[in-house]
């Protein structure tokens, strides 16, 4: 049974900072890409950040480039994001996903697997 479980979300203030963790079971860890996706109520689920199986390749949304930081850990099996300098926009559930491909990797619609999300709120 793949399991991918998030942790690390809460209400902080505008400029602050936040780790979230995504722990994965179930799946050979090193043969998935993985990426955090956001989604506010409403509205759809938007890429935040991407890494490859090994880390050598990362992408960034627009709006948090600069500002937050994808990394995995493939010995613990759990991709991290480092959000820094948090704005109320990036108010939203974080959720984490496992691709197998590399293809496409910014399409929350190409992903195989999907934790349940973490919510998290900044406050102006």
């Known amino acids: 049974q793949v399991q991918l479980v998030e942790s690390g979300g809460g209400l902080v203030q505008a400029g602050d900072s936040l780790r979230l963790s995504c722990a994965v079971s179930?799946?050979?860890?090193?043969?998935?890409?993985m990426g955090w996706f956001r989604q506010d109520p409403g509205k759809e689920r938007d890429v935040v950040a991407v890494?490859?199986?090994?880390?050598?390749?990362?992408l960034y949304a627009d709006s948090v480039q600069g500002r937050f930081t994808i990394s995995r850990d493939n010995a613990k099996n759990t991709v991290y994001l480092q959000m820094n300098t948090l704005r109320p926009e990036d108010t939203a559930i974080y959720y984490c996903?496992?691709?197998?491909?590399?293809?496409?990797?910014?399409?929350?619609?190409?992903?195989?697997?999907w934790g349940q999300g973490t919510q998290v709120t900044v406050s102006s």
């Open positions: 890494i490859s199986r090994v880390g050598g390749y990362t």
């Open positions: 996903a496992a691709r197998e491909s590399i293809v496409d990797l910014t399409a929350s619609d190409k992903y195989d697997y």
């Open positions: 179930g799946l050979t860890f090193s043969d998935y890409n």
